[in-house]
């Protein structure tokens, strides 16, 4: 045994439970943790690599080998383009990784600097929005990613884009937009950013209350909850309860019409169109 023991590897156990890892044979599981946790592989998982190394390093055949590295490229759960290997998810899943930690990033970027000026490297810096290593400055914005399940692949191989670039949420007219926002903020300062399936689930959590929406996440804000939950003694929104949300009080009170309302009193508006004195009523 080495007197050496190396440079410590950490990944989350929940791995072992991820249905893209179990659908991988033997082989493949025993590559994919070889490049996880061999020497060269540093912090922000993307180093240079050759396969030559796999070969003297596991006791299988070339043949078994690469084809087990071919399943990981297919997978999408690494990528390659020589020298350089990415294991994709491999800093977003590693548990010291902070994304709004400036040393960090700092290091991330001089990483990338001392790599081949290869697409890869740009590619990484994209999908983890970190300033390129070539020629960005390393204070400027980044956005963190999103959390996106516990396993180390994209799912559905390497032509899929990290998921959190387009947005295809959309929040229900029922839940006032300033709110929400606040509420965004909120899951932010707890560390708890959402993906757009978390903005779902909780949305889903809201119906299924059948509560004012919006009361329901004042109260996780004030309480400092990531989560929503019933408030006391107040009782169902009979709109939520039957269904389609009530109208917006800004929008036209005519059934059926989403346009803004611009003439009437209070809260009940309506467009133009609609409006009763302009028909006489």
Avoid at 6 to 19: K, L, V
Avoid at 81 to 103: Q, S, T
Avoid at 205 to 215: F, Y
Avoid at 231 to 248: F, N, S, V, Y
Wanted: charged letters at 30%; one cysteine or more; glycine letters at 6%.
């Amino acid at each position: 045994m080495p007197s050496e023991k190396g440079t410590y590897r950490s990944i989350y156990s929940a791995i072992w439970e991820d249905p893209e890892f179990q659908a991988f044979d033997p082989d493949t599981m025993l590559v994919f943790f070889s490049l996880r946790t061999c020497r060269e592989c540093n912090f922000p998982c993307i180093f240079p690599y050759y396969q030559a190394n796999l070969y003297e390093r596991i006791k299988l055949s070339p043949e078994r080998i690469d084809a087990a590295f071919s399943n990981l490229l297919m997978a999408g759960w690494i990528e390659y383009e020589r020298p350089v290997l990415w294991i994709l998810k491999g800093l977003k899943n590693d548990p010291n990784f902070v994304p709004n930690n400036n040393k960090q990033i700092l290091g991330i970027a001089n990483i990338l600097k001392s790599l081949p000026k290869l697409k890869i490297v740009d590619e990484f810096a994209s999908y983890y929005h970190i300033p390129n290593g070539f020629d960005a400055r390393t204070d400027a914005p980044r956005k963190a990613p999103s959390e996106q399940g516990t396993g180390e692949g994209t799912g559905t191989g390497k032509e899929q884009k990290p998921p959190w670039i387009q947005s295809t949420f959309e929040l229900p007219a029922i839940i006032d937009v300033e709110i929400w926002k606040a509420f965004e903020e909120h899951r932010k300062k707890l560390r708890k950013p959402m993906t757009d399936r978390a903005r779902d689930l909780i949305i889903r959590e809201i119906m299924k209350l059948g509560q004012d929406p919006n009361e329901l996440l004042e109260q996780s804000i004030r309480k400092g909850w990531q989560d929503v939950f019933p408030i006391k003694d107040q009782a169902r929104t009979p709109a939520l309860e039957a269904g389609p949300a009530k109208k917006p009080e800004h929008l036209c009170r005519e059934p059926g019409c989403e346009r803004t309302g611009v003439v009437g009193r209070g809260k009940i508006m309506w467009c133009r169109e609609h409006d009763p004195e302009r028909h006489g009523d």
